[in-house]
């Protein structure tokens, strides 16, 4: 018995000396403030680090840290010491050896991390209170560190960007560890001709199209394009050292340029190519401080059969790959893992753009945060070096708050753990109980939609939604639990968005849906009655929106209060409207685009409004041809046909409406008027045949919708035909 003690006494001792001795960093009571080190003629950019880090520190306990600039200091003086090493392997590191603390990192950028990682694991700041959300945080009097400290932080990506509007302020990104395209790159996107509109550019800095300059494209083995440009990055540069990155991107269309010069560099009519990286080559040589990138799109999809410079980047866009399903597991991925080691031989640096919302419609959940884990893990083992996820950018996408945070934590670490990363952002934003309740329904439609083999493209409507991921029996019920939480937080941003969002998701499973349980309206005796909870929903949706300041739902910044109105049109409307030819069978003898075969959007109690991927068959191939039973429709009085134009999309009303025989003789002839709205969907009414011409009709009869003619290649579309 004494011995076991004895030793138990030895153990406990060595665990004390063997534990590390706390010294204070600062104390208000002891009068103990460190001073903050950079060296000495440090630049701008070095001084606004310092300042971050006083900035942080003043928010904590109100009191204002000195900022020194000397190189050499007595390692027995309490000083908060910064420099870059950009020689170093780790993003940055956080060092303490007894008084003197060190935040060393390999940039610049990265010391902001550095700085804001120092404040999230060793006081009580949250991004709350840096970016001043709370009002009078509780003070802090008293910073005790280890006396010793040495761990260094390496993200598993070095450039990482999710794109939602949260990002695009500068506290965020540095907080969350994120870069933010309008702080790094000095050229983005399809720019250069915004870059150079200020000169008259030579007809020779053009592409050669067909034997003549078209000013559409650029010519990238042009000497005069080469100098124009030359001269507006490096004052780009210049004004701002932090712009170091430029995306040099031929304009978006398929045009190549085919001069002597380019095709003896290796140009096809279609691959720009080896233009492009010849002249990418070019401009890093002459800038061996910066980076320059180019993407795979369009006619730079070929590997050229040369080395890229080491500074030379390229973007690989995901969007006809993102299909809401993991890409190791599906059918694109021996082409995807080829074409990254490919580009990988040809090009050091290639970073992913990638895909996390529905642009067709930002309120869609598209909890894809499980399938985009998987994805980062593959693009992180195949060596990919950057990712920019494309998120709503500018507009309300539904819980992006979430979403932002989320990926930036993802982007940092591929292997968090994400339901726990979920439940913990939702407990420190909502009250106890709308966390649960959120939590628990989002974390189960993310394994849904992750589980889930149905592909769901970026561009989708609430049917290919509901097909993958989201339960009309779920939604409903959640979104009551919810709107319970709303009405007593009515003046809350968050619950106000949320809010907007499932409204919207609603009227757009009931209108997908059509008539039934989760549709609309219900049909008694062939007359549709439209539910009244739908004049309750559409006034909450105008009413949420408004206090949310949201007043678009995708990507073309569709109107919400055109939606509102299209709605309280199209019901009042169909309310106690005889609907004869409801899901009855009938025939398809016109050709079908391969895309839009499904017929039953024509008679299934759905119906279209300005979007035209919901509700609305498509026709470009050929008019759409049908042949009906008589008898289905034998108590109908006229044809009520709904039609979309939009002329942006080429999508035009028809010119003619025939009602025709089986031996293809015209009954009755409808010609619709010329319609000059470029987006309008409108209703047309077809008076049946008379009495004395129905009698010339056989026991099948069939309609034939026209497409308009002399205008070149237009598509129709057609939405519910209604036997009334």
């Given at each position: 018995?004494?011995k ?9 001792g060595?665990?004390?000396s ?10 208000l009571k002891?009068k ?10 440090s630049?701008?950019?070095?001084q606004?680090?310092a300042?971050e ?7 904590l306990t109100?009191?204002k840290?000195t ?5 050499r200091f007595?390692k ?14 780790s ?17 610049v950028?990265?010391l902001h ?9 060793y006081?009580?700041l ?17 910073i005790d ?12 990506f ?20 994120t870069?933010?395209?309008?702080l790094?790159?000095?050229i ?20 050669e ?31 701002d050292n932090?712009l ?10 398929f045009?190549?340029?085919?001069c002597d010069?380019c095709k003896?560099?290796?140009?096809t009519p ?16 002459k800038?061996?401080?910066?980076h ?6 369009n ?6 059969d ?17 299909k809401g399903?993991?890409?190791?597991k599906?059918?694109y ?28 419609n930002?309120?869609?959940l598209y ?13 992180k ?7 920019f996820?494309?998120g709503?950018?500018y507009?309300?996408?539904t819980?992006?708050d979430?979403k ?6 993802m ?6 753990d ?5 439940t913990?952002f939702?407990?420190d934003?909502?009250s106890?109980k709308v966390?649960?309740l ?11 939609f ?18 993958k991921?989201?339960d009309p ?9 919810f ?12 619950y ?9 998701l ?20 062939n ?11 559409l ?7 408004r206090?949310?300041?949201?007043s678009?739902y995708?990507?073309?910044q569709?109107?919400?209060?055109k ?7 199209t019901?009042?409307?169909y ?10 069978k009938?025939?398809?003898?016109s ?7 499904n017929?039953s ?5 759905a119906?279209?409004?300005l979007?035209?991927?919901t509700?609305?068959l498509?026709?470009?191939v050929?008019d759409?041809?049908l ?8 108590n109908?009085?006229?044809i009520t ?13 028809p010119e003619?409406i025939r009602i025709?025989d ?8 409808f010609r ?15 008076r ?15 309609i ?8 070149g ?5 057609v939405?519910?035909?209604?036997f009334?």
């Amino acid at each position: 018995m004494g011995k076991k003690f004895l030793v138990l006494c030895l153990l406990v001792g060595c665990s004390f000396s063997c534990a590390q001795q706390k010294v204070s960093f600062y104390s208000l009571k002891y009068k103990i403030f460190p001073k903050i080190n950079i060296p000495s003629n440090s630049d701008v950019y070095m001084q606004k680090a310092a300042l971050e880090f006083q900035k942080n520190f003043e928010i904590l306990t109100k009191t204002k840290l000195t900022i020194e600039e000397r190189t050499r200091f007595d390692k027995t003086e309490n000083v908060l010491v910064l420099r870059v090493n950009p020689t170093q392997s780790s993003d940055f590191c956080i060092k303490k050896n007894k008084l003197n603390t060190t935040i060393v990192a390999s940039s610049v950028e990265n010391l902001h991390f550095g700085i804001n990682e120092f404040f999230i694991k060793y006081t009580s700041l949250n991004f709350k209170q840096k970016s001043k959300q709370v009002g009078n945080p509780q003070l802090t009097y008293d910073i005790d560190l280890n006396s010793e400290i040495n761990e260094c932080y390496k993200a598993d990506f070095s450039y990482r960007e999710p794109y939602y509007s949260r990002n695009f302020n500068s506290d965020y990104s540095r907080w969350h560890k994120t870069n933010y395209l309008d702080l790094n790159w000095g050229i983005w996107g399809h720019n250069i001709p915004k870059i150079l509109k200020k000169y008259q550019l030579p007809e020779s800095a053009y592409a050669e199209v067909n034997g003549r300059r078209n000013k559409q494209q650029f010519c990238f083995s042009s000497n005069d394009l080469f100098k124009y440009l030359s001269t507006e990055i490096i004052k780009i540069y210049e004004s701002d050292n932090a712009l170091d990155r430029f995306m040099i991107l031929p304009n978006d269309n398929f045009l190549s340029c085919t001069c002597d010069k380019c095709k003896k560099l290796g140009n096809t009519p279609t691959n720009a190519s080896p233009a492009v990286f010849t002249f990418l080559n070019k401009l890093a040589r002459k800038y061996k401080k910066l980076h320059f990138f180019t993407s795979a799109y369009n006619t730079v999809t070929e590997v050229p059969d040369f080395k890229a410079e080491k500074n030379i980047g390229l973007f690989y866009s995901t969007i006809k790959i993102q299909k809401g399903i993991p890409i190791e597991k599906s059918r694109y991925y021996n082409r995807f893992k080829k074409d990254i080691t490919n580009w990988k031989d040809h090009v050091d640096d290639v970073y992913i753009w990638d895909y996390t919302v529905n642009f067709d419609n930002y309120f869609d959940l598209y909890p894809s945060l499980k399938v985009t884990q998987d994805n980062l893990k593959l693009y992180k083992k195949l060596g990919v070096h950057g990712v920019f996820l494309h998120g709503s950018e500018y507009n309300y996408s539904t819980l992006e708050d979430l979403k932002t945070y989320v990926f930036a934590r993802m982007l940092w670490d591929t292997d968090i753990d994400l339901k726990e990363e979920i439940t913990s952002f939702l407990n420190d934003n909502y009250s106890k109980k709308v966390a649960k309740l959120l939590s628990e329904f989002y974390i189960y439609l993310t394994d849904s939609f992750y589980n889930s083999k149905k592909e769901l493209s970026i561009y989708s409507g609430i049917h290919q939604t509901a097909a993958k991921y989201l339960d009309p029996e779920l939604l409903f019920t959640f979104y009551e639990d919810f709107d319970k939480y709303v009405q007593s937080n009515q003046y809350n941003q968050n619950y106000l968005q949320i809010a907007t969002a499932l409204t919207f998701l609603k009227l757009e499973i009931m209108r997908d849906y059509g008539f039934g349980k989760y549709g609309y309206a219900r049909l008694f005796n062939n007359e549709i009655r439209v539910k009244s909870e739908i004049g309750t929903l559409l006034d909450k949706l105008d009413s949420y929106s408004r206090l949310a300041k949201i007043s678009t739902y995708n990507e073309i910044q569709s109107s919400l209060r055109k939606y509102i109105i299209g709605w309280r049109e199209t019901i009042f409307r169909y309310h106690r409207r005889n609907s004869y030819f409801f899901k009855k069978k009938f025939e398809v003898l016109s050709s079908l685009d391969e895309d839009y075969t499904n017929t039953s959007y024509l008679n299934d109690g759905a119906f279209g409004l300005l979007d035209y991927n919901t509700n609305w068959l498509l026709c470009s191939v050929d008019d759409l041809v049908l042949k009906v039973k008589k008898e289905d429709v034998k108590n109908s009085k006229e044809i009520t046909f709904s039609f979309l134009q939009d002329t942006k999309h080429r999508i035009y009303f028809p010119e003619v409406i025939r009602i025709k025989d089986t031996e293809n003789n015209t009954i009755k002839r409808f010609r619709l008027p010329v319609e000059k709205d470029k987006w309008l969907k409108k209703e047309f009414v077809l008076r049946l045949p008379t009495e004395y011409e129905d009698e010339q009709l056989s026991d099948e009869f069939i309609i034939s919708i026209e497409k308009k003619r002399g205008i070149g290649k237009n598509t129709l579309a057609v939405d519910e035909i209604i036997f009334n």
